[in-house]
């Protein structure tokens, strides 16, 4: 998803302030939810595109956006892994960093409710 929408480079020339206004994409809060996260995904990168903020010379500009639109849980796993003092590693790309968030919230949860469900069964 994130190659499809933001993994090209636009032409910036067009990007002026007088543009139209787009809205903010909402706030993710560390949901384990696959539905809630892919549509806080997909909003994010549907903005970064309009806005133009594409391409890899904008990856670090990216990773600057995040956390304007996470909270709770979610930022502090952003504060602490990707922009604290005792950060995981020293160079993050912004796939990276969106797929250390469904890592950390969804991929576990996901996993866990597809185990539950399977086990519940009754043949």
């Known amino acids: 998803m994130i190659d499809e929408k933001v993994a090209v480079l636009h032409d910036h020339s067009t990007n002026t302030k007088g543009g139209p206004r787009v809205p903010t994409p909402p706030s993710y809060n ?10 806080w995904l997909s909003t994010l990168l549907r903005w970064l595109h309009v806005n133009k903020i594409c391409g ?10 995040v956390p304007m639109y996470l909270e ?4 502090s796993w952003f504060n602490d892994s990707i922009d604290g003092f005792h950060h995981q590693q ?3 790309t912004f796939k990276e960093v969106i797929t250390g968030l469904y890592d950390h919230f969804v991929f576990r949860t996901a996993t866990r409710d597809a185990s539950d469900k399977f086990w519940s069964m009754a043949f």
């Not at 890899?56 to 956006?65: K, L, M, R, S």
């Not at 709770?72 to 930022?75: C, F, I």
């Open 72 to 75: 709770g849980d979610a930022l």
């Open 90 to 92: 020293e160079y993050w």
């Open 30 to 39: 560390g949901e384990g939810d696959t539905e809630v996260y892919e549509r």
């Open 56 to 65: 890899a010379e904008y990856d670090e500009e990216c990773i600057v956006y």
